[in-house]
């Protein structure tokens, strides 16, 4: 009896273990969509510069100069963003994959161990009925008589082990 609690033990640990693993894959999956917003955003910009640039046209040519100078300017730093923001997602992209890989083999894992756990209930049901019970006898010490004697204890105590 005293052999299931620390199986019971480490299978809570475990299950506290995966529902942290659960959790970071939650946090994960809100940047991602963080990201996408960020992401949608940098199109939304870049279509305004698109916009914008067709109207500079119009302008005499040293303005459109600087403003080109400008917009291109801008739209290097759009290009950087845009490239950091998907190296970011698929690196995020690639843990979240390889912590799912790692919750998915533990899951298989704890599978495999409650199946073997069920089958060995099933078979003990089977052999005898139910699961025996088995009750320990604890011997007690013959009743003081007097002259306390040492060895007497000594060989008590090891009757016990």
């Known amino acids: ?78 290009d950087s963003s845009q490239k950091t923001l998907l190296e970011m997602i698929n690196g995020m992209s690639e843990d979240f994959r390889a912590t799912l890989d790692v919750v998915r083999n533990e899951i298989a894992d704890m599978n495999t161990r409650l199946s073997l756990t069920m089958r060995v209930m099933a078979n003990q049901v089977s052999i005898g009925g139910a699961v025996p019970i088995t009750k320990v006898k604890v011997p007690e010490p013959k009743p003081f008589c007097g002259v306390r004697d040492a060895k007497a204890l000594e060989n008590f105590i090891f009757d016990l082990d």
């Open 1 to 78: 009896m005293s052999s299931a609690n620390p199986s019971s033990k480490a299978q809570k640990d475990r299950l506290v273990e995966l529902e942290e693993h659960m959790l970071y894959l939650v946090e994960v999956s809100d940047s991602i969509r963080y990201l996408e917003s960020r992401l949608d955003e940098i199109f939304k910009k870049t279509n305004t510069i698109d916009a914008v640039a067709g109207h500079v046209e119009g302008l005499p040519i040293q303005d459109s100069l600087g403003f080109v100078a400008h917009m291109e300017g801008r739209v290097n730093e759009l």
